[in-house]
Protein backbone atom coordinates (compact mmCIF):
# COMPACT_ATOMS: atom_id res chain seq x y z
CA UNK A 1 0.00 0.00 0.00
CA UNK A 2 3.14 1.96 0.59
CA UNK A 3 4.03 1.81 -2.85
CA UNK A 4 0.67 3.07 -4.29
CA UNK A 5 0.80 6.30 -1.74
CA UNK A 6 4.02 7.05 -2.67
CA UNK A 7 2.68 7.15 -6.51
CA UNK A 8 -0.54 9.22 -5.66
CA UNK A 9 1.23 11.82 -3.01
CA UNK A 10 1.91 14.19 -5.59
CA UNK A 11 -1.46 14.33 -7.16
CA UNK A 12 -4.31 13.90 -3.91
CA UNK A 13 -6.07 17.02 -5.48
CA UNK A 14 -6.44 15.59 -9.24
CA UNK A 15 -7.42 12.19 -7.31
CA UNK A 16 -10.44 14.35 -5.10
CA UNK A 17 -11.38 16.15 -7.96
CA UNK A 18 -11.53 12.41 -10.12
CA UNK A 19 -13.27 10.58 -7.50
CA UNK A 20 -16.11 13.26 -6.74
CA UNK A 21 -16.67 13.04 -10.98
CA UNK A 22 -16.80 9.77 -10.60
CA UNK A 23 -19.87 9.39 -7.68
CA UNK A 24 -21.15 12.27 -9.96
CA UNK A 25 -21.39 9.68 -12.84
CA UNK A 26 -22.76 6.60 -10.98
CA UNK A 27 -25.16 8.15 -8.72
CA UNK A 28 -26.37 9.85 -12.57
CA UNK A 29 -26.21 6.22 -14.11
CA UNK A 30 -28.22 5.12 -11.19
CA UNK A 31 -30.87 7.89 -10.97
CA UNK A 32 -31.49 7.77 -14.80
CA UNK A 33 -31.73 3.77 -14.75
CA UNK A 34 -34.84 4.57 -12.11
CA UNK A 35 -36.53 7.43 -14.59
CA UNK A 36 -36.24 5.05 -17.37
CA UNK A 37 -38.02 2.64 -15.25
CA UNK A 38 -40.57 4.66 -14.24
CA UNK A 39 -41.23 6.40 -17.70
CA UNK A 40 -41.53 3.16 -19.06
CA UNK A 41 -43.91 2.06 -16.20
CA UNK A 42 -46.06 5.38 -17.44
CA UNK A 43 -46.32 3.98 -20.87
CA UNK A 44 -47.21 0.72 -20.00
CA UNK A 45 -49.98 2.11 -17.15
CA UNK A 46 -51.04 4.38 -20.19
CA UNK A 47 -51.66 1.53 -22.37
CA UNK A 48 -53.68 -0.45 -20.04
CA UNK A 49 -56.44 1.95 -19.92
CA UNK A 50 -56.80 1.95 -23.73
CA UNK A 51 -59.85 3.90 -25.20
CA UNK A 52 -60.47 5.48 -21.53
CA UNK A 53 -57.10 7.56 -21.68
CA UNK A 54 -59.41 10.70 -20.29
CA UNK A 55 -59.56 8.74 -16.96
CA UNK A 56 -55.82 8.83 -16.28
CA UNK A 57 -56.15 12.12 -15.56
CA UNK A 58 -57.65 11.09 -11.78
CA UNK A 59 -56.11 7.82 -11.59
CA UNK A 60 -53.49 8.04 -8.10
CA UNK A 61 -51.10 5.89 -9.39
CA UNK A 62 -50.45 7.83 -12.64
CA UNK A 63 -50.01 10.86 -10.67
CA UNK A 64 -47.94 9.13 -8.17
CA UNK A 65 -44.92 7.90 -10.87
CA UNK A 66 -45.20 11.36 -12.98
CA UNK A 67 -44.24 12.82 -9.07
CA UNK A 68 -42.06 10.47 -8.54
CA UNK A 69 -40.25 10.91 -12.12
CA UNK A 70 -39.85 14.49 -11.55
CA UNK A 71 -38.98 13.64 -7.80
CA UNK A 72 -35.50 12.02 -9.38
CA UNK A 73 -35.26 14.80 -12.04
CA UNK A 74 -34.92 17.07 -9.04
CA UNK A 75 -32.46 14.59 -7.74
CA UNK A 76 -30.21 14.53 -11.13
CA UNK A 77 -30.50 18.02 -10.72
CA UNK A 78 -29.21 17.83 -7.34
CA UNK A 79 -26.36 15.53 -8.34
CA UNK A 80 -25.27 18.45 -10.83
CA UNK A 81 -25.51 21.43 -8.26
CA UNK A 82 -23.50 19.19 -5.66
CA UNK A 83 -20.53 18.45 -8.19
CA UNK A 84 -20.91 21.93 -8.92
CA UNK A 85 -20.16 22.43 -5.10
CA UNK A 86 -17.63 20.16 -4.41
CA UNK A 87 -16.00 21.01 -7.45
CA UNK A 88 -15.38 24.63 -5.82
CA UNK A 89 -14.67 23.70 -3.01
CA UNK A 90 -11.23 21.80 -4.12
CA UNK A 91 -10.68 23.81 -7.24
CA UNK A 92 -10.89 26.72 -5.34
CA UNK A 93 -9.29 26.07 -2.05
CA UNK A 94 -12.21 26.75 -0.40
CA UNK A 95 -10.90 25.12 2.82
CA UNK A 96 -8.45 27.02 3.39
CA UNK A 97 -10.47 30.41 2.67
CA UNK A 98 -12.74 29.28 5.60
CA UNK A 99 -9.95 28.32 7.76
CA UNK A 100 -8.57 31.98 7.41
CA UNK A 101 -11.94 33.64 8.13
CA UNK A 102 -11.89 30.71 11.02
CA UNK A 103 -8.99 32.22 12.76
CA UNK A 104 -9.95 36.31 12.18
CA UNK A 105 -12.75 35.39 14.42
CA UNK A 106 -11.69 33.44 16.68
CA UNK A 107 -9.11 36.41 17.32
CA UNK A 108 -12.13 38.58 17.28
CA UNK A 109 -13.88 36.22 19.81
CA UNK A 110 -10.75 35.96 21.75
CA UNK A 111 -12.34 38.20 24.88
CA UNK A 112 -14.78 34.78 25.41
CA UNK A 113 -12.70 31.93 23.31
CA UNK A 114 -9.12 31.01 23.55
CA UNK A 115 -7.06 31.26 20.22
CA UNK A 116 -6.41 27.43 19.38
CA UNK A 117 -7.18 25.25 16.81
CA UNK A 118 -9.90 23.42 18.58
CA UNK A 119 -11.79 27.11 18.95
CA UNK A 120 -10.77 27.50 15.38
CA UNK A 121 -11.75 23.60 14.24
CA UNK A 122 -15.31 24.51 15.43
CA UNK A 123 -15.49 27.89 14.01
CA UNK A 124 -14.43 26.07 10.75
CA UNK A 125 -17.57 23.77 11.42
CA UNK A 126 -20.09 26.61 11.77
CA UNK A 127 -18.95 28.64 8.53
CA UNK A 128 -19.10 25.38 6.59
CA UNK A 129 -22.40 24.25 7.48
CA UNK A 130 -24.10 27.53 7.26
CA UNK A 131 -22.52 28.07 3.64
CA UNK A 132 -23.63 24.29 2.59
CA UNK A 133 -27.26 25.16 3.87
CA UNK A 134 -27.38 28.31 2.03
CA UNK A 135 -26.07 26.97 -1.25
CA UNK A 136 -28.82 23.80 -0.77
CA UNK A 137 -31.95 25.40 0.64
CA UNK A 138 -33.32 27.06 -2.47
CA UNK A 139 -33.40 23.54 -4.11
CA UNK A 140 -34.42 21.87 -1.38
CA UNK A 141 -37.56 24.26 -1.29
CA UNK A 142 -37.85 23.66 -5.28
CA UNK A 143 -38.33 20.63 -4.61
CA UNK A 144 -40.46 20.39 -1.56
CA UNK A 145 -43.43 23.19 -2.51
CA UNK A 146 -43.09 23.24 -6.54
CA UNK A 147 -41.98 19.68 -7.99
CA UNK A 148 -43.30 17.47 -5.86
CA UNK A 149 -47.38 16.76 -5.22
CA UNK A 150 -47.25 14.87 -2.44
CA UNK A 151 -49.37 16.40 0.72
CA UNK A 152 -47.41 19.12 2.51
CA UNK A 153 -47.50 18.83 5.66
CA UNK A 154 -46.11 22.36 7.14
CA UNK A 155 -46.76 25.58 5.14
CA UNK A 156 -43.54 27.18 4.05
CA UNK A 157 -41.89 29.47 6.28
CA UNK A 158 -42.88 26.71 9.16
CA UNK A 159 -40.47 24.16 6.64
CA UNK A 160 -38.10 26.69 6.59
CA UNK A 161 -37.67 27.62 10.22
CA UNK A 162 -37.50 23.02 10.92
CA UNK A 163 -34.11 23.29 8.38
CA UNK A 164 -33.29 25.99 10.51
CA UNK A 165 -33.47 24.10 13.29
CA UNK A 166 -31.95 21.00 12.02
CA UNK A 167 -29.08 23.06 10.98
CA UNK A 168 -28.38 24.18 14.36
CA UNK A 169 -28.83 20.76 15.42
CA UNK A 170 -26.49 19.98 13.02
CA UNK A 171 -23.75 22.40 13.96
CA UNK A 172 -24.30 21.36 17.60
CA UNK A 173 -23.87 17.59 16.69
CA UNK A 174 -20.81 18.20 14.64
CA UNK A 175 -18.71 20.58 17.19
CA UNK A 176 -19.64 17.83 20.16
CA UNK A 177 -18.05 15.29 17.93
CA UNK A 178 -14.95 17.43 16.81
CA UNK A 179 -14.51 18.95 20.34
CA UNK A 180 -14.62 15.04 21.22
CA UNK A 181 -12.07 13.50 18.94
CA UNK A 182 -9.65 17.07 18.93
CA UNK A 183 -9.58 16.49 22.74
CA UNK A 184 -8.78 12.65 22.24
CA UNK A 185 -6.21 13.60 19.90
CA UNK A 186 -4.51 16.07 21.64
CA UNK A 187 -3.96 13.63 25.01
CA UNK A 188 -2.70 10.48 23.31
CA UNK A 189 0.39 9.87 21.90
CA UNK A 190 -0.34 7.91 19.02
CA UNK A 191 -3.66 8.78 16.89
CA UNK A 192 -6.29 7.35 18.56
CA UNK A 193 -8.49 5.51 15.91
CA UNK A 194 -10.33 3.39 18.51
CA UNK A 195 -10.67 5.77 21.14
CA UNK A 196 -12.33 8.18 18.81
CA UNK A 197 -14.49 5.26 17.32
CA UNK A 198 -15.51 4.03 20.93
CA UNK A 199 -16.35 8.10 21.91
CA UNK A 200 -18.64 8.34 18.39
CA UNK A 201 -20.29 5.34 19.89
CA UNK A 202 -21.17 6.47 23.00
CA UNK A 203 -22.23 9.59 21.59
CA UNK A 204 -24.63 7.83 19.08
CA UNK A 205 -25.92 5.95 21.78
CA UNK A 206 -26.63 8.84 23.80
CA UNK A 207 -28.00 10.88 21.39
CA UNK A 208 -30.25 8.35 20.64
CA UNK A 209 -31.42 7.49 24.32
CA UNK A 210 -32.22 11.24 24.89
CA UNK A 211 -34.60 11.21 22.13
CA UNK A 212 -37.63 10.40 23.57
CA UNK A 213 -37.28 12.97 26.10
CA UNK A 214 -36.72 15.69 23.09
CA UNK A 215 -39.94 14.36 21.42
CA UNK A 216 -41.62 14.55 25.00
CA UNK A 217 -40.83 18.34 25.69
CA UNK A 218 -41.18 19.53 21.92
CA UNK A 219 -44.11 17.82 21.11
CA UNK A 220 -46.38 18.64 23.93
CA UNK A 221 -48.56 17.19 26.55
CA UNK A 222 -51.37 15.45 24.22
CA UNK A 223 -48.41 14.59 21.68
CA UNK A 224 -48.73 10.85 23.18
CA UNK A 225 -51.87 9.45 24.70
CA UNK A 226 -52.00 6.04 26.60
CA UNK A 227 -54.22 3.25 24.93
CA UNK A 228 -57.66 3.12 25.76
CA UNK A 229 -59.38 -0.17 27.36
CA UNK A 230 -60.62 -2.04 25.05
CA UNK A 231 -59.96 -5.14 22.64
CA UNK A 232 -56.59 -3.35 20.91
CA UNK A 233 -55.14 -2.94 25.07
CA UNK A 234 -55.92 -6.57 25.92
CA UNK A 235 -54.28 -7.52 22.99
CA UNK A 236 -51.25 -5.42 23.36
CA UNK A 237 -51.15 -6.46 27.08
CA UNK A 238 -51.56 -10.08 25.93
CA UNK A 239 -48.62 -9.88 23.50
CA UNK A 240 -46.05 -8.08 25.95
CA UNK A 241 -46.91 -10.13 28.65
CA UNK A 242 -45.66 -12.90 25.92
CA UNK A 243 -42.41 -11.88 25.05
CA UNK A 244 -41.28 -9.44 27.90
CA UNK A 245 -41.98 -5.61 27.15
CA UNK A 246 -43.41 -2.62 29.33
CA UNK A 247 -46.84 -1.87 27.42
CA UNK A 248 -46.38 1.64 29.23
CA UNK A 249 -43.82 2.34 26.44
CA UNK A 250 -46.82 2.40 23.58
CA UNK A 251 -48.77 4.98 22.92
CA UNK A 252 -51.41 6.79 20.28
CA UNK A 253 -50.57 9.97 18.53
CA UNK A 254 -51.75 12.09 16.00
CA UNK A 255 -48.25 12.94 14.60
CA UNK A 256 -47.60 11.04 11.64
CA UNK A 257 -43.81 9.64 11.77
CA UNK A 258 -44.14 7.50 8.47
CA UNK A 259 -46.99 7.58 5.70
CA UNK A 260 -48.70 4.66 7.85
CA UNK A 261 -48.12 6.32 11.17
CA UNK A 262 -46.16 3.66 12.98
CA UNK A 263 -42.76 4.26 14.33
CA UNK A 264 -40.03 3.58 17.04
CA UNK A 265 -37.96 5.15 19.04
CA UNK A 266 -36.27 3.76 22.32
CA UNK A 267 -38.50 2.29 24.29
CA UNK A 268 -41.16 4.16 22.62
CA UNK A 269 -43.81 2.73 20.19
CA UNK A 270 -45.91 5.27 18.54
CA UNK A 271 -49.62 3.98 16.93
CA UNK A 272 -50.89 7.15 14.55
CA UNK A 273 -54.61 7.22 15.86
CA UNK A 274 -56.05 8.32 12.88
CA UNK A 275 -54.61 5.52 10.54
CA UNK A 276 -55.72 2.57 12.88
CA UNK A 277 -58.86 1.96 11.50
CA UNK A 278 -57.23 0.23 8.20
CA UNK A 279 -56.00 -2.36 10.59
CA UNK A 280 -57.88 -5.20 12.18
CA UNK A 281 -56.56 -5.92 15.77
CA UNK A 282 -54.44 -8.46 15.67
CA UNK A 283 -53.07 -6.69 11.93
CA UNK A 284 -52.26 -4.08 13.99
CA UNK A 285 -51.10 -5.88 17.23
CA UNK A 286 -48.91 -7.40 14.18
CA UNK A 287 -47.20 -3.91 13.32
CA UNK A 288 -46.45 -3.16 16.93
CA UNK A 289 -44.89 -6.38 17.28
CA UNK A 290 -41.88 -5.36 14.87
CA UNK A 291 -41.24 -2.32 16.23
CA UNK A 292 -40.75 -4.24 19.79
CA UNK A 293 -38.29 -6.92 18.34
CA UNK A 294 -36.40 -3.90 16.52
CA UNK A 295 -36.18 -2.56 20.51
CA UNK A 296 -35.68 -5.92 21.57
CA UNK A 297 -32.84 -7.21 19.07
CA UNK A 298 -31.57 -3.39 19.61
CA UNK A 299 -31.42 -2.43 16.01
CA UNK A 300 -30.41 0.90 17.05
CA UNK A 301 -27.32 -0.49 19.35
CA UNK A 302 -26.55 -2.67 15.80
CA UNK A 303 -26.83 -0.05 13.63
CA UNK A 304 -24.42 2.65 15.74
CA UNK A 305 -21.91 -0.26 16.05
CA UNK A 306 -21.72 -0.79 12.55
CA UNK A 307 -21.34 2.90 12.17
CA UNK A 308 -18.82 2.58 14.61
CA UNK A 309 -16.92 0.06 13.01
CA UNK A 310 -16.96 2.49 9.78
CA UNK A 311 -15.89 4.90 11.01
CA UNK A 312 -13.06 3.03 12.71
CA UNK A 313 -12.07 1.75 9.20
CA UNK A 314 -12.14 5.39 7.92
CA UNK A 315 -9.55 6.44 10.61
CA UNK A 316 -7.53 3.61 9.97
CA UNK A 317 -7.10 4.27 6.21
CA UNK A 318 -6.75 7.80 7.20
CA UNK A 319 -3.80 7.52 9.52
CA UNK A 320 -2.01 5.24 7.09
CA UNK A 321 -2.73 7.45 3.43
CA UNK A 322 -2.87 11.07 5.05
CA UNK A 323 -2.53 11.42 8.80
CA UNK A 324 1.31 12.20 8.46
CA UNK A 325 1.37 13.66 4.78
CA UNK A 326 1.41 17.36 4.84
CA UNK A 327 1.76 17.34 1.44
CA UNK A 328 -1.55 17.01 1.00
CA UNK A 329 -2.70 20.39 2.88
CA UNK A 330 0.19 22.45 0.76
CA UNK A 331 -1.83 20.98 -2.60
CA UNK A 332 -4.91 22.71 -1.13
CA UNK A 333 -3.64 25.99 -0.85
CA UNK A 334 -2.72 25.92 2.90
CA UNK A 335 0.64 27.82 3.29
CA UNK A 336 1.52 26.29 6.80
CA UNK A 337 5.35 24.65 7.79
CA UNK A 338 5.19 21.35 9.57
CA UNK A 339 4.53 22.26 13.18
CA UNK A 340 1.85 23.97 12.35
CA UNK A 341 0.15 20.83 10.39
CA UNK A 342 -0.78 18.80 13.44
CA UNK A 343 -3.42 21.74 13.84
CA UNK A 344 -5.36 20.54 10.02
CA UNK A 345 -5.79 17.01 10.81
CA UNK A 346 -9.84 17.75 10.44
CA UNK A 347 -8.99 19.48 7.41
CA UNK A 348 -7.33 16.67 6.30
CA UNK A 349 -9.98 14.10 7.36
CA UNK A 350 -12.64 16.36 5.17
CA UNK A 351 -9.76 16.21 2.18
CA UNK A 352 -9.42 12.37 3.02
CA UNK A 353 -13.40 11.53 2.50
CA UNK A 354 -12.84 13.26 -1.16
CA UNK A 355 -10.14 10.30 -1.46
CA UNK A 356 -12.04 7.27 -0.02
CA UNK A 357 -15.57 7.68 -2.19
CA UNK A 358 -15.03 4.64 -3.89
CA UNK A 359 -14.83 2.62 -0.58
CA UNK A 360 -17.07 4.72 1.13
CA UNK A 361 -19.71 3.50 -1.65
CA UNK A 362 -18.65 -0.11 -1.22
CA UNK A 363 -19.54 0.29 2.72
CA UNK A 364 -22.96 1.68 2.03
CA UNK A 365 -23.76 -0.74 -0.33
CA UNK A 366 -22.97 -3.42 2.34
CA UNK A 367 -24.67 -1.88 5.27
CA UNK A 368 -27.83 -1.03 3.07
CA UNK A 369 -27.69 -5.57 2.27
CA UNK A 370 -26.89 -6.23 6.15
CA UNK A 371 -29.73 -3.69 7.25
CA UNK A 372 -32.49 -5.31 4.90
CA UNK A 373 -31.34 -9.08 5.97
CA UNK A 374 -32.01 -7.71 9.94
CA UNK A 375 -35.81 -6.39 8.37
CA UNK A 376 -36.57 -9.83 6.83
CA UNK A 377 -35.47 -11.65 10.46
CA UNK A 378 -37.75 -9.01 12.31
CA UNK A 379 -40.65 -9.89 9.58
CA UNK A 380 -40.00 -13.86 9.72
CA UNK A 381 -40.31 -13.97 13.46
CA UNK A 382 -43.50 -11.79 13.45
CA UNK A 383 -44.70 -14.12 11.13
CA UNK A 384 -44.44 -16.95 13.65
CA UNK A 385 -46.44 -15.65 16.27
CA UNK A 386 -48.91 -13.64 14.38
CA UNK A 387 -48.87 -15.57 11.05
CA UNK A 388 -51.61 -14.47 8.25
CA UNK A 389 -52.49 -11.39 9.98
CA UNK A 390 -48.87 -10.08 9.76
CA UNK A 391 -49.15 -11.03 6.13
CA UNK A 392 -52.00 -8.95 5.24
CA UNK A 393 -50.90 -6.27 7.51
CA UNK A 394 -48.50 -5.95 4.92
CA UNK A 395 -50.57 -6.47 1.91
CA UNK A 396 -52.80 -3.39 3.52
CA UNK A 397 -49.38 -1.28 4.03
CA UNK A 398 -48.63 -2.16 0.10
CA UNK A 399 -52.23 -1.31 -0.75
CA UNK A 400 -52.21 1.87 0.79
CA UNK A 401 -49.20 3.29 -0.94
CA UNK A 402 -50.13 4.67 -3.84
CA UNK A 403 -46.98 3.40 -5.56
CA UNK A 404 -47.72 -0.04 -4.80
CA UNK A 405 -47.29 -1.90 -8.14
CA UNK A 406 -44.02 -0.40 -8.67
CA UNK A 407 -40.73 -1.74 -8.20
CA UNK A 408 -37.11 0.63 -7.83
CA UNK A 409 -34.28 -0.15 -10.35
CA UNK A 410 -32.66 -2.66 -8.17
CA UNK A 411 -29.68 -0.74 -8.06
CA UNK A 412 -30.83 2.19 -7.31
CA UNK A 413 -33.01 0.00 -4.27
CA UNK A 414 -29.62 -1.36 -3.54
CA UNK A 415 -27.62 1.89 -3.54
CA UNK A 416 -30.28 4.17 -1.52
CA UNK A 417 -32.73 2.34 0.58
CA UNK A 418 -32.28 0.32 4.08
CA UNK A 419 -35.24 -1.07 3.75
CA UNK A 420 -37.00 -3.55 1.31
CA UNK A 421 -40.04 -2.67 -0.24
CA UNK A 422 -43.61 -4.27 0.72
CA UNK A 423 -43.63 -6.01 -2.30
CA UNK A 424 -40.54 -7.89 -1.73
CA UNK A 425 -41.26 -8.70 1.87
CA UNK A 426 -44.63 -10.05 1.34
CA UNK A 427 -42.73 -12.21 -1.33
CA UNK A 428 -40.47 -13.03 1.29
CA UNK A 429 -42.77 -14.24 3.86
CA UNK A 430 -44.66 -16.39 1.07
CA UNK A 431 -41.78 -17.83 -0.16
CA UNK A 432 -40.06 -18.92 3.06
CA UNK A 433 -43.70 -19.68 4.93
CA UNK A 434 -44.67 -21.84 1.62
CA UNK A 435 -48.00 -19.59 1.32
CA UNK A 436 -49.67 -19.28 -1.96
Not at 61 to 68: F, H
Not at 153 to 181: A, V
Not at 257 to 263: A, V, Y
Not at 369 to 378: A, S, V
Amino acid sequence: MQSLIDIFKNHWKAIAITFTIGKFLWESYINNNQLNKIENEIVLHQKSYGDNINLLVNDKYEQSLLNLKNLVKLTLNKLSFNLIKDLLIIYFDVYNVIWVLSKKINEHLSFILPINSICQTIIFTIISNILIFCWGIPIQFYGEFIVSDFPKREKPINWLMIQYSILIFKILGDSIKILGSLIIIKFIKNFPIWQISLGYFIYSITRISLAPIYINLTAGPNFLKPIPNGELKDEILNLCSKIGFDSNSIYLTDFEFSSMGFNYLPNMITINERTRSIFTIKELSSIILQCILQIKLNLHLQKQIINSIILYINLFFFEKILFKDNNVINQFGFKIDKNQSNNLIFIKYLIFNKIFIPINIIIGLIKNYLNKRKIYQIDQSTFEIYKIEFLNSMIKMKNNNTLKNFENDSIYNLYYSEIPSFNKRIEFLKENNKIE
